[in-house]
């Protein structure tokens, strides 16, 4: 079983920029598909951001597409979401997970590890 720690999170102007981090335990979260989602108030959780296993394969909401980069580190089992041109819409906790599988997917379901999340609030 993998543990995920979030960190990062804060409070910034729109226009701001934050990294988020996503620190892994476990020798496993190398191997799959790692990402990002998002829950606002009253929403559902939704995706933003996938890698693959090796991070040479990613894939992004069309909100965030542009302004958000999704990255990876194996060797410090740690995964990344660069966040830029931040909007008041981008307020939500953030959380990684990670995907039991190889294949890029969006579906929360697919993803059984989850960490705790981290707050991000863009103000306007």
């Known amino acids: 079983q993998v543990q995920l720690v979030e960190s990062g999170g804060g409070l910034v102007q729109a226009g701001g920029s934050l990294r988020l981090s996503c620190a892994a335990s476990?020798?496993?979260?190398?191997?799959?598909?790692m990402g990002w989602f998002r829950q606002a108030p009253g929403k559902e959780r939704e995706f933003v951001a996938a890698i693959s296993w090796n991070g040479g394969s990613t894939y992004y909401a069309e909100s965030v597409k542009g302004r958000f980069t999704i990255s990876r580190d194996n060797a410090k089992n740690t995964g990344y979401l660069q966040m830029m041109s931040l909007k008041p819409e981008d307020t939500a906790v953030y959380y990684c997970?990670?995907?039991?599988?190889?294949?890029?997917?969006?579906?929360?379901?697919?993803?059984?590890?989850w960490g705790q999340g981290t707050q991000v609030t863009v103000s306007s």
């Open positions: 997970a990670r995907s039991d599988y190889r294949t890029l997917s969006t579906m929360k379901e697919d993803f059984h590890s």
């Open positions: 476990g020798r496993t979260f190398s191997s799959y598909v």
